[in-house]
């Protein structure tokens, strides 16, 4: 079994430690895993995307190869339809409803849902949950919840499970929030 992501967003957002999250439960279940990021200027918010590729057999290369990726995992709508060209056409893009305006020719937002909803896909305002739930830094945490479900290779509870070792240095109350985060997204996915 193979799963290969597109992980997308604007630089700040989270999307390493996405990988990170994965890339631990991948190592700790045993799969391969093969993985290219491309920073951009994340420092400055601009573009951060990465390719996981996941598999019980060896994986040869780290790049996905033009629409192959199974996953779209973004934290901004745009950045989502950015890397569309990589998507089988039978993949899901699992993404942010919220918008992340930094740029001064940021297409039209009405058309930019538009596009996206003609899509398979998946979207909540994960922002807005994380700050239900007190803690706005997890809002990727909530997105990776939703992904979850998708991205097969690896259970649920191996990537709940590798979210609380990748935050433990940082004390109980931060993998407490994560992992509320993260059981969040889980069940909008559902819905």
Not at 19 to 47: F, P, Y
Request: proline letters at 4%; one cysteine or more.
């Amino acid at each position: 079994m193979k799963k290969d992501i597109i992980l997308c967003g604007v630089g700040g957002q989270g999307i390493l430690s996405i990988a990170t999250i994965i890339g631990e439960a991948a190592t700790e279940a045993g799969i391969n895993l093969k993985q290219a990021e491309v920073h951009g200027m994340s420092q400055r918010g601009g573009d951060v995307q990465s390719n996981l590729r996941l598999s019980t057999d060896p994986i040869w290369s780290d790049q996905i190869p033009t629409g192959e990726a199974d996953v779209i995992i973004s934290m901004e709508p745009m950045e989502a339809l950015r890397y569309i060209t990589y998507l089988r056409p039978d993949g899901m893009i699992i993404t942010s409803s919220k918008t992340f305006v930094n740029i001064p020719n940021y297409p039209d937002e009405a058309a930019l849902k538009s596009e996206l909803n003609e899509l398979p896909n998946v979207q909540l305002d994960i922002e807005a949950i994380a700050a239900e739930l007190k803690s706005a830094k997890s809002a990727n945490m909530v997105l990776l919840g939703m992904a979850a479900p998708y991205i097969e290779v690896l259970t649920v509870e191996q990537l709940r499970k590798a979210v609380s070792v990748i935050f433990a240095r940082k004390g109980d109350a931060v993998v407490e929030a994560n992992l509320r985060a993260f059981d969040r997204g889980v069940e909008a996915s559902k819905k």
